[in-house]
């Protein structure tokens, strides 16, 4: 307000983003609560692409780069260009650097170079692992049900009902319980923590295929680290890995060849992680169900065999799509922020091995 005194000990918070990402991501009360404790100003970048990864454009990176000079803590997201080296060594008074959704790799920021000056990254993309993790359990579900076959039926005017007494009319129609069975978890980041604690009341076994969680977790979550053909020789199968260079196709024909028949394979990860065609082989045997929330490619193409397979539920790429999780990004963002200036250390840290364990693997 005009007329206030400064105050030299307050931190400067600034927003980088595209305006749309901004009323889209940022609640006001989240906005209210930071204000509290530091100044907070905004920046809008009207790019042509406000989603996605940071496109290089000269101009806009200036901007940014006078926009930061009178920073204490930088927050970018989709629209803003990326944080480079140059960019922060501009930026004397910058000490932490937030994006919002950088899929935990570090997207718009030079997370080495941060670190390497003494900047705190923080990224807390996981604000959308909540409700990716209850459609994992959704499609779980769905899959045991065998759902999408039944819809496909009940859409082309069969008339649809499972007598219970036939036992092949029953299994046609799936007839299996989510409780009991053995799941199956490929990687085991922020949304397989929250799957595992949405399946504790079905009694399930957990089986994780992880290289990099920390084997404390097994302990603490309840679940049994083993070889990647183990998860895939569960009742239940989840693909839960980031896509990097490492995981692209990981997922081909001979790791298909281990789901067991009447198994239920769910993907909430990406759709470059699994084969496309290798999969589309695979459920043409018809004895495994496929629930797919991501597809390669994106969009899926209309003369796709996987809109025609019986055996297979699709939905397209909503996962995390939720008003509560996008605004969940910038309510954790402030929640790190709030710690780092009482001095306190942030629990979304990126570090240099961080994004760097993401290109190679899960």
Known sequence: MPG?????DRWVVGVAAHPAIRRRYLAPADIDRLRKVADVVFEDFESSAPFGEAVFDQKMSDRLADFTTRLDALVVCHGAPRVTA????GAPRLRFVGELEGDRRGGRVDVEAAVSRGVTVV???HGSSLPVAEWALALMILGLRDAGRLFRRLI?????FADPGDREASRSYGDCELSGRRVG????GHIAWRLTELLRPFDSEILAYDLYAPREMAELAGVTFTRLESVLACDVVCCLVPLTPRTEGMIGRSELAYL???????????GKVVDSGA???????GDVVACLDVLDPEPIPQESALRLLPNVFLSPH?????GESRRRFFALMVDDLLRAIAGHEPRSLLDPVTPRRRIEGC
């Open 4 to 8: 206030e005194e400064a105050h030299p």
């Open 86 to 89: 140059e960019l922060l060594d």
């Open 123 to 125: 990224d807390t993309t």
């Open 156 to 160: 082309a005017g069969e008339a649809v």
């Open 185 to 188: 978890m490929i990687g085991f």
């Open 260 to 270: 067991r028949p009447g198994a239920v394979f769910v993907n909430v990860s990406r």
């Open 279 to 285: 999969l589309v082989e695979r459920l043409r045997a």
């Open 318 to 322: 909503i996962g995390g799509v939720t």
